[in-house]
């Protein structure tokens, strides 16, 4: 600890501009606002809505749900009704136009430069961008560009080295948020997220240092269970929100839905500590052993046994803890495989099966009863060729 713990100070904060999102407004020195995700079926209204309600008990700023088809929409419209107070953001997957319909009842839009292409493949991004500007404008909310280190778009993948994965991020980012400034909208924060907290810290410090006066959304994405996966987050908020970078965060946690709030608890814990000189510089992310990580889930986990199994992982692997090997366990068919490919293992889980990746190759799918041995069997071997 570099302070006694009762001495409470002010954390240094860049002079970002002010974005109001719904009933709280973060930039400007303004309060850490602490956001998590919904991981219940969004067309699911009653599941929803409880769980929203539930983050916002639990101290959420502002609470996302995805959305990728009509139906999403419709149930995010009477959810807004039914939780009031909540200041949602929408994460629009790949269909953006749904932003038409969510802009006028949400606080904020999401979306990722990644996934622009899906739709309309032959529409120029800077019109389906200005399409999403024009949806803000008139339904007076915010706008996250969130860029994704398993997705981000193809065409700056290709302008630079494979190894390289931080300059496409932030290349991606720095030039969505020209193009919103050249439409005159300004009201709009910046996220740059990645599983391995030393690429969130880079990415952000080079994006803090380039743009200093935009908002960043702070987040280890995939970071996993508790307590690693806090862990990984809080070595990367220290070393952000200690030098005044960062406006808003999320711990995103593997956690089952009725403890979905351990996310709030969590980051309001670190920005605590952190404000208290509680720095933790004993607690470091051990590069050198196993690293285990999953997606905090979403609305697209088809098959709740995925948090379990990710558990299962965690428990099984722990004979080979002192292997520098990286484990990705993803919930979903959607985002999980590209999510893996930079994993030694990865596993991303469909409805009655889950796919075993070794990199980018493919091994196959497997029930879930089965899945464990057939990992196993991979790490044994991994262990063996790297000896
Ligand atoms: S990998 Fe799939 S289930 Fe997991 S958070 Fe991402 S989209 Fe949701």
Redesign the pocket.
């Known amino acids: 600890m570099s302070e006694t713990p009762e001495t409470k100070r002010e954390l240094p904060r860049n002079p970002t501009r002010l974005v109001p999102i719904g009933s709280v407004t973060v930039g400007g020195g303004h309060r850490i606002a602490v956001q998590s995700m919904c991981a219940t079926k969004t067309k699911d209204v009653d599941a929803t809505a409880a769980q929203v309600a539930d983050l916002v008990r639990a101290g959420a700023d502002i609470v996302r749900i995805?959305v990728d088809a009509k139906g999403d929409a419709e149930a995010v419209i009477e959810i807004a009704k039914r939780v009031p107070e909540a200041n949602l953001c929408i994460d629009l997957q790949e269909n953006y136009r749904l932003a038409e319909i969510l802009a006028p009842h949400v606080a904020k839009l999401r979306y990722n430069p990644g996934h622009l292409h899906h739709h309309e493949r032959d529409k120029p991004w800077r019109e389906k961008v200005r399409f999403l500007v024009e949806c803000a404008r008139a339904g007076d909310c915010a706008i996250r560009i969130g860029v994704n280190c398993g997705s981000v778009d193809p065409a700056k993948l290709a302008e630079y080295d494979k190894e390289d994965s931080i300059s496409p991020m932030l290349d991606s980012a720095l030039e969505h948020a020209a193009w919103l400034e050249e439409l005159d909208f300004t009201r709009f924060v910046v996220s740059l997220k990645d599983s391995d907290p030393e690429k969130v810290i880079e990415a952000n410090r080079q994006f803090a240092e380039a743009r200093p006066d935009i908002p960043l959304h702070l987040g280890v994405t995939?970071a996993g269970l508790p307590p690693d996966g806090i862990v990984k987050t809080r070595v990367a908020f220290e070393q952000l929100l200690s030098r005044g970078i960062g406006d808003t965060v999320r711990v995103s946690l593997t956690v089952p839905n009725p403890r979905k709030g351990e996310e709030i608890a969590a980051a309001k814990e670190i920005i605590d500590d952190l404000e208290h000189g509680r720095t933790r510089s004993v607690v470091h992310y051990d590069r050198s052993g196993l690293n285990i990580i999953s997606?905090?889930?979403?609305s697209?986990?088809e098959n709740e046994a995925f948090v379990e199994l990710a558990e299962q992982v965690r428990d099984m692997t722990q004979y080979a803890k002192t292997h520098a090997i990286t484990i990705a366990v993803?919930?979903?068919r959607?985002?999980?495989p590209g999510?893996t490919d930079d994993a030694d293992l990865g596993l991303w889980c469909a409805p009655s099966f889950v796919h075993l990746k070794r990199g980018e190759e493919s091994l196959g799918s497997y029930p879930y009863d089965e899945i464990l041995g057939k990992l196993r069997g991979e790490l044994d071997a991994l262990i063996a060729a790297r000896a």
Do not use: K, L, T
């Open positions: 995805a995939e997606c905090p889930s979403c697209r986990v993803m919930g979903c959607v985002n999980g999510e």
